[in-house]
């Protein structure tokens, strides 16, 4: 883990702020992933105080035109924003580092390039940080399949909430642009570093 939070101010086009929140604790065994979600709103201001009135705060909340990111848990604790029914195994502590964005799942697909060069942004900084490899092995489009609960803690990249087993959540869309966002990531960092 090179440094569990991101920078403070505005940094890579973001304006990024800290809010230190009780986390869920340890990560169990697995390999790193970066989980995106969507909060199936776009008030920052409202996402916000729900999930920490749920106590479920992700990692990182986005606002929805992705300028503003606030980190609510540091990259090597785990967050809270899966479910995780008893008896099955880790979801929030299988290595995930979790990402909510200010947004709906069905609208994902048109969402603006800027929208997405901006959540590239955030996920070059979050993968620096913590080791996610630029990659993903699940489908983002049409018959959407959840990673098989034993395979989960394995799994390794991007992933969608959409792809976690034991959860009935469909965010971030069948729509959200993954290869946009790996083509992005690489223009932010060509462009920022």
Known sequence: MHKPW?????HWGLT?????????GDFAAGDPKLVWHTTEGTSFE???????????EPHCLVS???????????????????????GTPETNR??????????????????????????????????HR?????HTHVRWASEVRRIAPTHFARTAG???HMHV????????????????????MGEAERKYQ
């Open 6 to 10: 991101l920078p403070e101010g505005v």
């Open 16 to 24: 990024i702020t800290h809010e230190d929140r009780p986390d869920a």
């Open 46 to 56: 409202g996402a916000r105080q729900t999930l920490i009135s749920n106590h479920d």
């Open 64 to 86: 929805v035109d992705g300028r503003h990111v606030v980190q609510f848990v540091p990259f090597d604790r785990s967050s809270k924003s899966l479910l995780h029914p008893a």
């Open 94 to 127: 299988a290595h995930c580092i979790q990402v909510e964005v200010c947004g709906f799942a069905h609208d994902s697909h048109n969402w603006t390039d800027d929208k997405y060069k901006r959540l590239a942004a955030l996920a070059a900084l979050i993968e």
């Open 130 to 134: 913590t080791g996610i490899e630029r």
């Open 158 to 160: 991007h992933v969608g």
């Open 165 to 184: 087993p034991n959860n009935d959540h469909v965010d971030p869309g069948q729509g959200f642009r993954i290869t946009d966002l790996f083509h992005f």
